[in-house]
């Protein structure tokens, strides 16, 4: 009895230990498990003709060119042109509506009512701009802070690309191991635990992922069309506001206010069909699309996950926080199910070790290897 006291206080302290060696990097090491398990489909179309290892190196350099290379320049953009950006927070906080032409107020039926409308407008702009006046400061602080998050992020997504790299080579053991200690704790439940999981992680990052660099892309194009200043800077604030279910209109509202005006009314009303039709027509074909094979996350969930993932983990928190409370949510409805018919699901007994059965995870294209296959990059009957 002494002994297994012992023994067990043992792992529990090594366990600890190895806790305490990896907290620095959690964040990147989840990152990097989501990245792969997501891509997984992709890496093992590539394994089977350039091999493992080449196939881990031409999914790095993907992933950069993709999320890193475009973070690295709105970085520098944002370093650049952060004195531009406080002056124009301050030309918007001073723009005032100019009078109405004569003709307005001599126009029948419904002249006196719009002239009244747009003095009242005016003043109500004027007054929104005193009140915001002594926030500047603020507000470039802010924005200098949301820099550095993203320089932040950006070192602890090349630190997961590298841990990636090494998830990519050695998935199928990987999978292997996380689908034995699964089935210990879930039993025959495991099966299912692992598929719901899956299409939860998949749908919460392509949805997020996706629609993020499309809406960034698409508001960074409009701006250059329209005009407005800073646009790579603007489509990458796009991106990252992006993951709100509201957040791009965030960014190009307010662009397309400030074009009309300062004298480009004809602009601003393009940019506002544009955003209308184009950015938030994106985010309404996407999101939906992909967060529908996984999870239905609910809007307060969606910003609890944004902001506590940010505060937790710094830039990478804005897709890893929405990502686990996606997951979380989805166990706790598929577990409150089960408890009300454990039948429906039609769970069998689990199969053994580093297996799942046919319909499973492997078959969704996981990093878990199907019956018979050994450890190393799966090849084509």
């Given at each position: 009895?002494?002994e ?11 366990a ?15 990152w990097a498990?989501i990245?792969?398990f997501t ?7 590539l394994?089977?003709?350039a091999g493992p290892?080449?196939?881990?190196a031409?999914?790095m350099?993907?992933t ?6 475009p ?7 944002g370093?650049d042109?952060?004195?531009?950006i406080?002056?124009?927070v301050e030309?918007?906080v001073?723009?005032?509506l100019?009078?109405?032409?004569r003709?307005?107020a001599?126009?029948p039926?419904i002249g006196?009512?719009?002239?009244v ?14 009140f915001?006046?002594?926030y500047?400061g603020?507000i470039?602080?802010?924005i200098?802070?949301l820099?550095?998050?993203i320089?932040?992020?950006?070192l602890?997504l090349?630190l997961?690309l590298?841990?990636a790299?090494?998830?990519?080579v050695g ?5 292997a191991?996380l689908?034995?200690i699964i ?16 299409s ?14 499309v809406q960034?892309?698409l ?5 250059y069309i329209?005009?407005?200043p ?7 604030i796009?991106?990252f506001v992006?993951v709100l ?16 005006l300062?004298?480009?009314l004809g602009?601003g009303i393009?940019?506002a069909?544009?955003g209308?039709l184009?950015?938030?027509?994106a985010?309404?074909?996407?999101r ?5 094979r996984?999870a239905q ?5 969606t ?6 993932g940010v505060l937790?983990f ?9 990502v686990l409370?996606?997951v979380?949510y989805?166990l ?6 089960n408890?009300r018919d ?5 769970v ?5 070790p580093?297996?799942?059965e046919p319909?499973?995870l492997a ?10 296959l050994k450890?190393?990059?799966q090849?084509?009957?």
């Open positions: 009895m002494a297994r006291i012992m023994m067990g206080l043992l792992i529990t302290g090594i600890a230990g190895c806790l305490i060696v990896l907290y620095p990097f959690f964040s990147a090491i989840l498990a990245l792969t891509t997984w489909p992709v890496y093992r179309h394994a089977r003709r290892y080449a196939a881990a031409m999914m350099l993907m950069a060119l993709i999320v890193v290379l973070l690295a320049l709105v970085t520098t953009e370093v042109d952060a004195p531009g406080v002056h124009a030309g918007l001073a723009l005032h100019p009078e109405p032409p003709w307005v001599n126009t039926l006196r009512q719009v002239a409308t747009w003095a009242k407008w005016s003043a109500d702009l004027s007054a929104a701009g005193a915001a006046q002594p500047l603020t470039a602080a802010r200098l802070n820099l550095v998050q320089a932040s992020g950006l602890q090349v997961a590298f841990i790299f090494f998830f990519w998935g199928e053991r990987l999978g191991h689908t034995a089935q210990r704790i879930a039993g025959t439940y495991a099966d299912r635990l692992l598929g719901v999981t899956g939860t992680v998949r749908g919460t990052v392509y949805g997020i992922l996706g629609t993020a660099i960034g892309i508001t960074g194009v409009g701006f329209a005009g407005v800073n646009p790579v800077l603007f489509g990458g796009a991106a992006a279910p509201i957040g791009a209109p965030l960014v190009w509202v307010p662009a397309a206010i400030w074009l009309a300062s004298h480009h602009w393009f940019l069909a544009y209308v184009a950015i938030s027509g985010d309404h074909i996407i939906p699309v992909f967060i529908a996984g996350l609910p809007y307060l969930l910003v609890l996950g944004v902001l506590g937790a710094g830039g990478l928190g804005i897709f890893l926080g929405p409370l996606g979380g989805t706790v409805i598929e577990f409150a199910a408890g454990p039948g429906r699901h039609g069998r007994p689990a199969t053994a580093g297996m799942v319909g499973g078959e969704q294209g996981s990093l878990v290897p199907r019956p018979g450890s190393g990059v090849t084509d009957a």
